[in-house]
């Protein structure tokens, strides 16, 4: 029996980014269940439905930096702080290259750093390579 699929809580206030992203999925032949939040207290009320709906519950965090309000590095400092989500992956995927907010989502312990995608090819090849950074050996053969 195939695993279920991976589910997604992707943070970005841009719908053609998540349209992007999904496309690169559909393209690449995966199918995500892919959550969508567009701030931080959007994506923090999905992460706290999956307290008491474990079902609900993302696995993994794809995560822009640059978002209304408070930022991504908002965000990942207050999972940083939540023992239950401190050990949930959160991919980043923005726009900046800057140095500084590499380094602060690295020290705040972002599982890794994507910029984002120009083309379609981009984004088929970025959903390759989250799919292949997200899913483990072990949730694959489940």
Do not use: C
Not at 18 to 43: C, H, K, N, S, Y
Not at 54 to 72: C, M, T, V, W, Y
Not at 95 to 123: C, Q, V, W
């Amino acid at each position: 029996m195939p695993a279920p699929p991976l589910r997604l809580l992707v943070v970005e206030d841009n719908p053609l980014d998540i349209r992007l992203l999904q496309e690169g999925f559909r393209e690449a032949g995966l199918a995500p269940d892919l959550l969508t939040a567009m701030d931080v207290d959007a994506a923090w009320a999905v992460l706290e439905k999956g307290r008491t709906k474990p079902k609900s519950r993302p696995e993994a965090i794809l995560l822009d930096l640059n978002l209304p309000g408070q930022s991504g590095h908002d965000l990942l400092r207050r999972l940083g702080t939540d023992a239950e989500f401190r050990a949930l992956p959160v991919v980043v995927l923005t726009s900046s290259n800057h140095p500084d907010d590499i380094e602060r989502a690295r020290h705040g312990h972002a599982s890794a750093y994507f910029l984002k995608p120009l083309t379609m090819a981009g984004y088929l090849a970025l959903a390759r390579d989250l799919h292949q950074l997200l899913v483990s050996p072990a949730r694959a053969n489940a």
